[in-house]
């Protein structure tokens, strides 16, 4: 991705109770890695990430803002290995709610408690941003078929494929 010109790269990866993100700018010599043992780590090295980038590159992502968007096609629910998504309209707007499945690291793991649901709101057609709290900023995005029928979510750092229904 680049933001303001700065071309930045990163990955980051976890396991229950870990979380971690390198992120690079490749043509500015800047890394920066981050390591996390807390059951929002990844919301952790979001916020640290952005932190470091605006201060040593001077760069950052724009706030999205939301725009009215029919979002009945949207609902409903999506699944990975690891956990479900379902969005829904609730009476103040549109609600994002996590379900863990269990299963990682070991075949035996049970399922973690579920996080609290994330406000949402659309940014743009088929891509979301969360509004809480805790989730703030989190980004997602709906891709398609050639077909152009909404096949998968994308949010933080997985895919989960749409449930027909």
Known sequence: MSVDGVRLIGHGGGTKGQVSWLGIA???????VILTNHSYGGVLTDRVAEKAY?????VREPELEPAEIDARPYLGRYTSRMA?????????????????KGGFPTADTPPSAPPPPASVRFASEDELFCVDDVWKGTRGLFLRDPQGRIEWLRIGGRVYAAVDS
């Open 26 to 32: 490749p043509e500015d010599d800047f890394a920066l």
């Open 54 to 58: 605006e201060a040593y590159l001077g």
């Open 84 to 100: 479900d998504l379902e969005l829904r309209e609730i009476s103040s707007g549109l609600e994002l709610s996590f379900e863990p």
